[in-house]
């Protein structure tokens, strides 16, 4: 409530500054909005200096920062700029803060302008180059980490490195049409080889087709879009989940985060100047109408009876937003049909689209004569704007009660490569499996830690959990994991530890700080840093697994504590809490488990296979002789045979679906399919067997005992 008072008192101000502002602004760039763009640092400024849960100073350390993001956002590759260019830009290295502070936005027009020139030279650098065979015979090497490499001296060089990259993925691509080659020959006797001068070209031409296509979508590519490359500089340097959203990126984290959008259900991708139909929604409007197909071209869109919209060569987010709608309206598509390349209008009627990837899904396995869960949480879902709408905490307790009428007596909660969501959901969903108490607890900047607790005494879960992360667990996720874990109502398992991100984002649309009638996105702002109920952070750290089993990921540099700018990890007291000391064979159960993973062919050998990653991750070097490529691949080969069948399993369980979910995969082939190999790959999933053989050796004590903290 505090911060919230604190950016509302903002409001005031700004409204009375954007009117002095509006009055200010001109035209310095094409195509853009300076009058939009002064509003947005001016808000954009003051709030994240108020209230962001890190004091920020804007001195010249911030200017150097916001100046060497933005360049490395714009050129990662060091395709564009020369060591001139730097020199010239450098000129504002320590004035922007300064000039942040006037609304002057002198130093992103000034890279702007000059980006724009080098996209335009880039099309015709990569035409050339392309335009003639690469000496392959030349003994060169390219270093592919380009943050070790410096900017080009002059047009020259910068040439040259546009060069090796481009020998590069020609390389790449003949030494690909070379195997497949081999491959072809050994099946069929009468199949033609083709030379390496022929491969070569044909190489070549597929990188161009390549680049092409690049930069037509870099040519649609507007302002707004390169502005909010230098707004993420600029928000990011107070830390890195702190990001400027435009509109068309609120929309998409809005359906991201509900799981919901309204239109036709289709998912569309650009090829060339034309929009393609991906795929279909499963259960949305065009796949109950059935005339709309994968592969299908959209031509033309009409709003009802009005006249059809041409939509060849237009971006792939304006086209999407005259396709997409309210529910109940009327779209008309003019697509060319993929079977027989007919044209044919489709009327459809819009309606909510719900993403069913976005939510909880569970399956039930039988084990030693006894029926387990798995719940998959691909991520905390909730809808900020509709309260009566699913969320994953009401989904979560319905899939558990579902579950339980079914005999199921232990649970796998699957946290892997969920990345989050929603605070709330998290506190509700812990609260499921314990009686009440504290989840975790929340900062402000500057105030003493707030505990958030779970108040409803209602346990819907009371037997065996086990809970499934990697490293890609985070946030959210991290949130639950480690209540499970203070309170050992659940083991955990999986990487050796979580992602690390132990702060909290609020979403504000920027348009309530100003009457300007334009969308003007809104900023993602780190506001509090969360806490374990035990007083330590996830911040960096994450959350250790109790039973940590190897993977792919075990040596390579990941996570939070790898990221630029990431805020420290520290500790607050511990909350008053009382462990469910659920188990009598707790620390047992964790030692079986570590002893069948320390002596497991399978486990070692991917142990290994990380080791190996790990130092293919560190050569970031390549030939571009092609002799001296081949006989680097080879050897590249030859190690990764060893490693082939790393992740081959199959065990003898079989996965099902519940009992309520029979009939909706009678009436949907397509999320028959989808649960078809969901299962499938459950039963050849590694982790999820050593967690089951975990959750099938847990035993619930008779009633729980608490043990206080």
């Known amino acids: 409530m505090k911060t919230k008072y604190k950016i509302t008192t903002f409001l005031l101000a700004a409204l009375i500054f954007v009117t002095s502002i509006q009055t200010q602004a001109s035209n310095t760039v094409k195509n853009s909005d300076p009058e939009k763009d002064k509003i947005l640092v001016y808000i954009l400024r003051n709030i994240l200096t108020r209230s962001h849960f890190v004091v920020k100073d804007m001195n010249d350390d911030f200017s150097e920062y916001v100046f060497t993001e933005f360049i490395d956002g714009l050129d990662p590759n060091k395709r564009y700029f020369t060591q001139k260019d ?76 546009w060069r090796k990259q481009l020998k590069l993925s020609t390389l790449i691509r003949i030494q690909d049409k070379i195997e497949k080659q081999k491959g072809k020959a050994i099946k069929d006797e009468n199949f033609k080889v083709k030379n390496f001068k022929e491969l070569e070209k044909e190489a070549r031409l597929e990188v161009l087709k390549n680049m092409d296509d690049l930069y037509l979508r870099i040519e649609e590519l507007e302002h707004e879009d390169w502005f909010s490359t230098f707004l993420n500089s600029v ?27 309204e239109g036709i259900g289709a998912r569309l991708q650009k090829k060339g100047i034309y929009t393609h139909v991906f795929e279909l929604v499963s259960g949305g409007p065009a796949w109950k109408q059935g005339e709309l197909e994968a592969g299908d071209i959209i031509l033309e869109v009409a709003q009802g009876n009005k006249k059809a919209l041409d939509i060849v060569g237009m971006r792939l987010s304006d086209a999407i937003k ?42 039930i396995v039988e084990k030693n004569g006894k029926k387990y869960g798995i719940i998959d949480l691909p991520k905390f879902y909730i809808d900020f704007d509709e309260k009566n709408y699913r969320d994953s905490a009401k989904d979560m307790e319905k899939e558990i009660e579902r579950l339980k009428s079914e005999g199921v007596t232990g649970l796998i ?57 990697n490293e890609f667990s985070a946030s959210a996720s991290e949130i639950f994991a480690a209540a499970m874990q203070d309170y050992k109502r659940a083991v955990i398992i999986g990487g ?25 996105g809104a900023l993602k702002m780190t506001i509090q840093k969360f806490y374990r109920i035990n007083g330590g952070s996830t911040q960096i750290e994450g959350v250790y697994s109790d039973i940590a089993i190897p993977s792919r990921y075990s040596y390579m540099k990941f996570g939070e504590r790898d990221v630029n700018g990431a805020l420290v990890w520290d500790k607050v007291d511990q909350a008053e809490y009382s462990q469910t000391n659920s188990y009598e064979n707790f620390s047992d159960v964790i030692y079986n488990s570590k002893q069948r993973i320390a002596s497991d062919s399978k486990f070692k050998l991917i142990n290994e296979y990380a080791k190996w990653l790990k130092e293919n991750q560190d ?10 490529f081949e006989k680097e691949n080879v050897a590249h080969e030859k190690g990764a045979e060893k490693f082939k069948t790393v992740f081959d399993y199959k065990s003898d369980l079989t996965f099902n679906s519940p009992d309520y979910e029979l009939s909706l995969i009678k009436k949907d082939t397509a999320l028959a399919d989808k649960r078809l190999a969901w299962h499938k790959n459950l039963s050849k999933d590694v982790y999820v067997f050593e967690a089951l053989n975990v959750l099938s050796e847990l035993k619930l004590r008779p009633t729980n005992v608490l043990v206080k903290n």
């Open 86 to 161: 730097i020199k010239d830009f450098s000129e504002f290295k320590y004035e922007i803060d300064n000039q942040l502070l006037k609304e002057d936005v002198s130093f992103y027009n000034l890279v702007y302008e000059r980006f724009t020139h080098k996209i335009k030279n880039a099309k015709s650098y990569y035409g050339d180059l392309l335009a003639q065979p690469f000496n392959f015979k030349k003994k060169e090497t390219i270093d592919v980490d380009y943050e070790k490499v410096p900017f080009a001296k002059n047009e020259n060089q910068l040439i040259n490195y």
């Open 619 to 628: 050569d970031t070097s390549y030939s571009l002789n092609f002799k001296i």
């Open 413 to 469: 909660v699957d946290l892997r490569n969920n990345g989050g969501g929603s605070l709330k959901t998290a506190i509700e969903i812990s609260g499921l499996f314990i009686n009440e108490g504290p989840i975790v607890q929340v900062k402000y900047r500057g105030e003493n830690p707030i505990i958030k607790k779970d108040i409803d005494p209602k346990v819907q879960w009371e037997g065996a959990v086990v809970v499934l992360v």
């Open 235 to 261: 928000v990011g340097a107070f830390d890195p989940h702190t990001t400027y959203m435009a509109p068309n990126i609120k929309e998409r984290f809005d359906q991201d985060m509900s799981g919901k959008l």
């Open 496 to 520: 050796n530890q979580t992602y690390g991100k132990g702060t909290v984002q609020s979403v504000l649309p920027i348009n309530q700080f100003t009457k300007y009638d334009k969308n003007l």
């Open 322 to 363: 005259f396709i997409k709608g309210k529910k109940g309206t009327e779209v008309k598509l003019t697509v060319k049909k993929k079977l027989d390349g007919s044209t044919k209008v489709i009327s459809i009627i819009r309606d909510v689209v719900e993403l069913e990837e976005t939510f909880v899904k569970s399956s």
